[in-house]
């Protein structure tokens, strides 16, 4: 059974940083694009960031110079390293193939900016 588990959100002042893990069991992870979406209340889930299983990266407008994908193909593992976050980063964020798979969304993990 394939399970994605996200964790390392939280309340954090604008300009701070968190990094984002996201931890898939099964056998997706080695073939798949993988990507983190982010969902603000009231808004649709939208992609912010996606990584292809050799390193490739595609960053949304909003995130791009701030936010870092990566992955850990040994540890099936993917991060996002979130930098300078602002206000309107606050969402919760979810891991998924790209395109994701409706049957792998997750719990997800809540991001806060806020002073």
């Known amino acids: 059974q394939v399970q994605l588990v996200e964790s390392g959100g939280g309340l954090v002042q604008p300009g701070g940083s968190l990094r984002l893990s996201c931890v898939i069991s099964g056998s997706i992870f080695s073939g798949w694009t993988m990507g983190w979406y982010h969902q603000a209340p009231g808004k649709q889930r939208d992609l912010v960031a996606s990584?292809?299983?050799?390193?490739?990266?595609i960053y949304a407008d909003s995130v791009k110079g701030r936010f870092t994908i990566s992955r850990d193909n040994a540890e099936n593992t993917v991060f996002l390293q979130m930098n300078s976050l602002k206000p309107q980063d606050t969402a919760m964020y979810y891991c998924?193939?790209?395109?994701?798979?409706?049957?792998?969304w997750g719990q997800g993990t809540q991001v806060t900016v806020s002073s």
């Open positions: 998924n193939t790209v395109p994701a798979t409706r049957a792998y």
């Open positions: 990584i292809t299983i050799d390193g490739r990266t």
